[in-house]
């Protein structure tokens, strides 16, 4: 229900902002509007204000909207009221009003992420936790535990920072060498300087985690294999597992961190294991082999219960380590700007945001990047939903993103999209004439086919996706 709620709250909002904009400038520019309909299909509800000429309402399905305007390519139009028709206009007029649209949620999304910069954004300090020998990382002299200040002169205030920065410099053309100049400082403040060289990137590795291959990993403190809870009537709780164990051996193996747990429980579905615990004083000796200064050592056997996950059994006890959570909160930090910086920050995202997105598209379609990146309504259903649990900063993060994801879209020159009848009246003012009838029709026809494809494409990486998980 969360993730229903969120979803439909979301698209509600930009839609009614995308078509406020097309609304507000078709007013100033002296167009009748007849309908502002959020959703497409059967109207459900419908409401007319006093001395309003437009009728508002609410539509079936909820995955768009529309303006419907006086026009005489649709109707016929009195010849009192031609002076209103949307088709009457003079060109500029009507490429503002096409363009007004997006830009209503460029705005939405600058006005979003402006109070988030004020408000402070929560983000993870950049912190380099292991580099991999033989990755660019290890090549360019970084170490674990150095903070990565800048790239290419450019502050890094947090880990999803550097995330985008090191995208966006991904994606740009490749000039046979592509080197980044990266400041850090070491453990102890000392200044450091790296120059991290990225061409062995390749189109495919941007599907996934790059920075793996880069060799950049988050710093994490490390959880140790003490258990710190267990779930009723599970196997661990079973088999006398209890909180505050500390988990030494697994089948003999030593067992230095909680992943190093996980990973072996996960191995042995169904198989029964043997776990050396430590067990701190009032302990019981079932199948002690010994105390010593308050604790026990005990032999514990576990038959991990097989779950599927991905499509791929795998072993679970029902059990989560005691986390340190002063060290976690300690990887946490907040980024915020005073009003103006804020205003120049959200200006910069959204542009760099929207750049982004054009140049992934352009990748998509000469077969660069891979057409995994493309997503449909399930996948923005669920990270609605995710956001919204998360609280109101992930959630407003997620809107301003989708935002700028619908303006980039509807610029498209594709037909039936607002950027398709930006292309004709663009077209029209330059040859000085309307385009013809014929022009429309097929760029309609054009418009459908393309549309459809994006649309099946998205819906079957959504499949996909929850399919395999």
């Given at each position: 229900?969360?993730?229903?709620?969120?979803?439909?709250?979301?698209?509600?909002?930009?839609?009614?902002?995308?078509?406020?904009?097309?609304?507000?400038?078709?007013?100033?520019?002296?167009?009748?509007?007849?309908?502002?309909?959020?959703?497409?299909?059967?109207?459900?509800?419908?409401?007319?204000?006093?001395?309003?000429?437009?009728?508002?309402?609410?539509?079936?399905?909820?995955?768009?909207?529309?303006?419907?305007?006086?026009?005489?390519?649709?109707?016929?139009?009195?010849?009192?009221?031609?002076?209103?028709?949307?088709?009457?206009?003079?060109?500029?007029?009507?490429?503002?009003?096409?363009?007004?649209?997006?830009?209503?949620?460029?705005?939405?999304?600058?006005?979003?992420?402006?109070?988030?910069?004020?408000?402070?954004?929560?983000?993870?300090?950049?912190?380099?936790?292991?580099?991999?020998?033989?990755?660019p990382a290890a090549l360019a002299q970084m170490q674990s535990g150095e903070t990565i200040l800048s790239i290419n002169g450019e502050p890094i205030p947090s880990w999803q920072e550097l995330h985008w920065m090191l995208?966006?410099?991904?994606?740009?053309?490749?000039?046979?060498?592509?080197?980044?100049?990266?400041?850090?400082?070491?453990?102890?403040?000392?200044?450091?300087?790296?120059?991290?060289?990225?061409?062995?990137?390749?189109?495919?590795?941007?599907?996934?985690?790059?920075?793996?291959?880069?060799?950049?990993?988050?710093?994490?403190?490390?959880?140790?294999?003490?258990?710190?809870?267990?779930?009723?009537?599970?196997?661990?709780?079973?088999?006398?597992?209890?909180?505050?164990?500390?988990?030494?051996?697994?089948?003999?193996?030593?067992?230095?961190?909680?992943?190093?747990?996980?990973?072996?429980?996960?191995?042995?579905?169904?198989?029964?294991?043997?776990?050396?615990?430590?067990?701190?004083?009032?302990?019981?000796?079932?199948?002690?082999?010994?105390?010593?200064?308050?604790?026990?050592?005990?032999?514990?056997?576990?038959?991990?219960?097989?779950?599927?996950?991905?499509?791929?059994?795998?072993?679970?006890?029902?059990?989560?380590?005691?986390?340190?959570?002063?060290?976690?909160?300690?990887?946490?930090?907040?980024?915020?700007?005073?009003?103006?910086?804020?205003?120049?920050?959200?200006?910069?995202?959204?542009?760099?945001?929207?750049?982004?997105?054009?140049?992934?598209?352009?990748?998509?379609?000469?077969?660069?990047?891979?057409?995994?990146?493309?997503?449909?309504?399930?996948?923005?259903?669920d990270y609605a939903g995710q956001s919204a649990k998360m609280g109101g900063v992930a959630y407003l993060s997620f809107l301003a993103l989708i935002s700028i994801s619908l303006g980039v879209l509807n610029l498209l020159?594709?037909?039936?999209?607002?950027?398709?009848?930006?292309?004709?009246?663009?077209?029209?003012?330059?040859?000085?004439?309307?385009?013809?009838?014929?022009?429309?029709?097929?760029?309609?026809?054009?418009?459908?086919?393309?549309?459809?494809?994006?649309?099946?494409?998205?819906?079957?990486?959504?499949?996909?996706?929850?399919?395999?998980?």
């Amino acid at each position: 229900m969360i993730t229903l709620l969120a979803f439909v709250v979301a698209i509600a909002l930009l839609v009614v902002f995308h078509e406020l904009g097309h609304y507000w400038v078709a007013r100033r520019c002296g167009v009748k509007v007849l309908r502002f309909s959020l959703g497409f299909g059967k109207v459900i509800y419908r409401k007319r204000f006093a001395r309003s000429e437009t009728e508002w309402v609410i539509s079936a399905i909820p995955l768009g909207g529309y303006v419907k305007m006086l026009d005489e390519r649709e109707e016929a139009v009195a010849p009192e009221e031609l002076q209103y028709a949307f088709n009457r206009k003079p060109v500029l007029q009507r490429i503002a009003i096409v363009v007004a649209g997006p830009l209503a949620n460029f705005l939405l999304a600058i006005l979003l992420y402006w109070g988030l910069f004020i408000h402070g954004l929560p983000g993870l300090k950049p912190v380099l936790g292991d580099v991999p020998q033989g990755t660019p990382a290890a090549l360019a002299q970084m170490q674990s535990g150095e903070t990565i200040l800048s790239i290419n002169g450019e502050p890094i205030p947090s880990w999803q920072e550097l995330h985008w920065m090191l995208l966006r410099l991904a994606l740009k053309q490749r000039d046979g060498k592509r080197e980044i100049s990266i400041e850090t400082k070491s453990d102890s403040g000392s200044p450091l300087l790296h120059t991290l060289d990225m061409s062995g990137l390749e189109a495919k590795d941007l599907d996934g985690d790059f920075l793996d291959k880069l060799g950049l990993h988050l710093y994490q403190p490390v959880v140790l294999p003490i258990i710190g809870s267990v779930t009723a009537d599970s196997v661990a709780q079973r088999a006398g597992l209890r909180e505050g164990d500390h988990i030494l051996r697994a089948n003999g193996a030593t067992m230095p961190r909680w992943m190093d747990v996980v990973e072996v429980i996960r191995a042995h579905p169904e198989q029964a294991m043997k776990l050396d615990v430590e067990r701190g004083e009032g302990g019981r000796m079932e199948g002690g082999r010994g105390e010593s200064g308050g604790t026990s050592t005990l032999t514990i056997t576990v038959t991990p219960q097989a779950v599927v996950e991905s499509g791929k059994t795998v072993g679970k006890i029902g059990a989560g380590p005691k986390v340190d959570e002063a060290a976690w909160q300690a990887m946490f930090t907040e980024v915020s700007y005073g009003p103006l910086e804020a205003l120049t920050q959200s200006l910069r995202k959204t542009w760099e945001t929207s750049a982004l997105s054009l140049e992934m598209m352009g990748k998509m379609v000469i077969g660069e990047v891979s057409m995994k990146n493309l997503s449909g309504p399930i996948t923005i259903a669920d990270y609605a939903g995710q956001s919204a649990k998360m609280g109101g900063v992930a959630y407003l993060s997620f809107l301003a993103l989708i935002s700028i994801s619908l303006g980039v879209l509807n610029l498209l020159p594709i037909p039936l999209l607002d950027g398709g009848h930006l292309l004709y009246y663009v077209a029209e003012w330059i040859k000085g004439s309307a385009v013809s009838d014929l022009a429309w029709e097929i760029g309609q026809k054009i418009g459908i086919a393309l549309l459809g494809t994006l649309m099946i494409f998205a819906i079957y990486n959504d499949i996909n996706r929850f399919v395999s998980g």
